[in-house]
């Protein structure tokens, strides 16, 4: 079966959308958080531990997974779901992020791309094809197509090439997609070109995908407000009926922005990239909890806060083992992260069945900044 | 209140002992097996992880604990059990181990050890008493004595002279112990002689502890042979309504052999240790789960095994995780290692009470070696 999104609600005073996702891994309201397990696992949480924190569909990268433990291998465990024994809903990206960020892919055709393994430098060649043949093998829910994923700075010659490619990148890759339990999603390019994010949408809207991604936004050097235009210049050209997907974009201010434009689904690694350095999401600001003034603060990272780690822990403990590298303290902190994330978008849906998503915001960001 | 042991039966074939420790935190039988917590965490697990694997008293270091965060933030956070949050009874072990081992003491004096701090060089002091004022302030369920603990191949002379210092030093620190919830015990030294292990028991008992520990067991260079006769030398001169811990052993056999000598107390940081390189402990001896034969093997690392990471993950994925680093294989190794140790404890408690201890220890060994 494929994925089916139900728009329940959209909010009176902005674009966004309260809707529900059914997948063959459950039923989840949207908008919603879904945390990175890049290989696998969210790193340093069990299934159940996200379980805990009512988290829904994660993300697993397709290019990491490709070189370890590879596709095949994963194939062989009966899919990514048996392999890491998590039963909810999983969500694959495409692979072209890593190959334009981590392996600093130079060698870019209409046929796919060249690139060197970030792991022992072994040549390898992604084309839209082997994306979508190593995401049937994976087994997801939600597959992503190939797409390029061009610098904020592209000018606009390259990024209207770049654009019509990656239409035809999706074309190929659909025309391959060999799974039917796995829903498979277009994305937007266009920089914050408005022209050609508009052709980017009605192209990619044309060839009929399950549901839509925004990509290219939090990219070096984009500015929050081009970041906010492209958002909005994507999705006013994408069908009511579908679910849209902002890639890559995990600051709470931003999931709040994207949301009052009309997206349904986030992902990030910041939750727990930020707990590995020590940093806590907080409702006054994140928090650096390697600073001394928390060695003896018996306090909770957020006493109103209803994590594991917050009914449990103070910050001087998580502090004491995050400065002695206990891994510990960096799991107690993802599971707050991702937790603080996830609360956000619980409350989103909130103020967007109740219209006050406004007012929610103008709250949030008054005490988030202070 | 004391803890407080009771010897519920004696093994018809062997010196070994089936009993029980009433303590602050929870009544437990033994012969048990105690998980290392250094830094006030059993590495990368929760105590709820531990008590669903049937851990009981868990083990932490009070020389790292004086250095991070310092016994004084724990004693502003309500003691070791508030700070980490674990509500079963802990023991501290005496600062000495360390500071002989990580510290590279060189200056021992009747007064105590000079030594230099592991983390930044720092000029430190440590003495009996001081040693129990850390761990009064700590509030562990169990102290234990400063000792010291020399190398298996000091000499015949050096041991004699470092056994009765030790024994001077054991009574100094009695004679500060001013924690009524903590219970304190002796050690016994001497290495390999049996008449120094013999004078050592002896003296120490005449201090009357509330327990005893063997110590300078498993040290670097140390036959198999020495080891299992040193215990034997100690515990024949400990009374029987005191329990007997020997310190830092985690072998399997070794914990046998142990329980064999009348021993009711383990404590190692194997497992956690083991897990990190990527071992497991198997019934049929030890795994290396990095091995490429494990990459598609699809089975548990114990079929028959009762813990979370055998109910959930293959061995095929836990090698990936291992092998690209994530954190969670360690984990999931931990809690399987640690479960390991514990099953054996109850099985060799059955055994006590079975009469057939001998028996258990053929079959076990049989396996374990093959």
Chains 1, 2 share one sequence.
Not at 21 to 34: D, I
Not at 123 to 128: D, E, G, Q, V
Not at 321 to 331: A, F, K, P, T, W
Request: proline share 3%; aromatic share 10%; charged share 30%.
């Amino acid at each position: 079966m494929k994925i089916k999104y139900t728009l329940l609600k959209e909010e009176k005073n902005t674009k966004a959308r309260y809707g529900k996702l059914e997948t063959n891994h459950g039923t989840f309201e949207t908008p919603m958080f879904m945390p990175v397990g890049t290989l696998a696992n969210v790193k340093t949480l069990t299934p159940e531990e996200l379980k805990e924190i009512n988290s829904a569909v994660i993300l697993a990268n397709t290019y990491h997974l490709w070189l370890r433990p590879s596709a095949d291998t994963i194939k062989k465990a009966g899919g990514l779901h048996k392999f890491m024994n998590y039963d909810g809903p999983i969500l694959t990206d495409s692979g072209g992020f890593q190959v334009f960020s981590l392996a600093k892919a130079k060698d870019i055709s209409e046929q796919g791309v060249k690139f060197k393994s970030h792991i022992n430098g072994e040549p390898l060649f992604l084309t839209p094809e082997l994306s979508i043949e190593i995401q049937n093998k994976l087994d997801s829910d939600i597959a992503m197509s190939f797409d390029e994923c061009p610098a904020a700075s592209a000018s606009y010659e390259y990024m209207k090439q770049s654009v019509e490619r990656t239409i035809r990148w999706a074309k190929r890759g659909k025309d391959v997609h060999n799974n039917s339990n796995q829903s498979l999603f277009g994305i937007v390019q266009g920089g914050a070109y408005q022209d050609l994010r508009k052709f980017s949408a009605l192209e990619t809207v044309k060839l009929d995908f399950d549901g839509y991604s925004v990509g290219g936004v939090a990219n070096d050097g984009e500015s929050k407000e081009d970041m906010y235009k492209a958002i909005i210049y994507s999705t006013e050209y994408l069908p009511k009926d579908k679910p849209r997907y902002l890639m890559g974009v995990g600051d709470p201010i931003d999931i709040i922005e994207g949301v009052i434009r009309g997206i349904d689904m986030f992902d990030c690694v910041l939750p727990t990239r930020l707990a590995r350095h020590g940093h806590a999401y907080t409702r006054y600001g994140n928090i650096n909890i390697k600073n001394a003034k928390y060695k003896e603060d018996f306090t909770k990272l957020e006493e109103d806060c209803d994590c594991y780690t917050c009914k449990n822990y103070t910050k001087a403990y998580i502090r004491h083992l995050v400065v002695c590298n206990e891994s510990l303290g960096g799991r107690l902190l993802s599971i707050h992260n991702i937790r603080f994330l996830i609360k956000l978008t619980e409350e989103l849906r909130e103020a967007i069945k109740n219209d006050t998503l406004l007012e929610y915001k103008e709250e949030f960001i008054n005490k988030y900044k202070k």
